[in-house]
């Protein structure tokens, strides 16, 4: 039984999987099934119907074992989801672990990390949004005063032109100067 017989879709759309992300058609594979896993029934059905735009609901895709305990995981989903409503259709996912992978660019990896640290979703990361950062990041467990601080710190450090705020190209040459941010905005396949 050939690849394309394991799957309920087309060659052509298996293509342009390939052609859209930085997976192989073993890689494809092997996503399709993980997400299938969430829901078979519905996703099984979906495809077999050619219905490649079916989504899984948030509360289903938060089960996978990379979103489960991430802090982010509700604005991964809203920034990934075609829709921003954080239900996934396996286009969405797929492009979530291609951009998350070790293969995807550190621009790219970049662009999407500034959109899911924009909480408020204004197009620049403002103090608000890094106490939301903070706050995620330590479980909510710092006082006020401290988590300030560390604000005021990462505005000193990132705000290249000192206005209380970092844009998407302060965020990007921040992120080009990290040499760990590739290998932490990974998903694992």
Do not use: W
Request: aromatic share 12%; glycine share 4%.
């Amino acid at each position: 039984m050939g690849a394309s017989e394991s799957l309920p879709m087309s060659e052509k759309q298996m293509e342009l999987y390939q052609e859209e992300t930085f997976f192989t058609r073993k890689e494809i594979i092997h996503i399709y099934k993980s997400f299938e896993r969430l829901s078979e029934l519905k996703v099984q059905s979906a495809f077999l119907q050619g219905n490649y735009n079916f989504k899984l609901d948030y509360e289903e895709i938060i089960l996978l074992e990379e979103l489960r305990n991430n802090p982010f995981k509700d604005r991964i989903c809203k920034v990934f989801s075609d829709d921003h409503s954080g239900n996934m259709s396996f286009s969405d996912y797929l492009d979530m672990l291609s951009v998350m992978s070790l293969e995807a660019p550190k621009d790219l990896k970049s662009a999407y990390a500034f959109k899911i640290y924009d909480f408020n979703d204004d197009g620049m990361i403002d103090r608000t949004d890094l106490e939301e950062l903070v706050n995620r990041v330590t479980g909510d467990r710092m006082r006020t005063e401290d988590v300030d601080g560390i604000v005021d710190n990462i505005l000193k450090e990132c705000d290249l032109d000192e206005n209380e705020t970092i844009m998407a190209l302060e965020f990007e040459e921040i992120i080009q100067k990290s040499p760990d941010f590739t290998s932490n905005f990974f998903m694992e396949v």
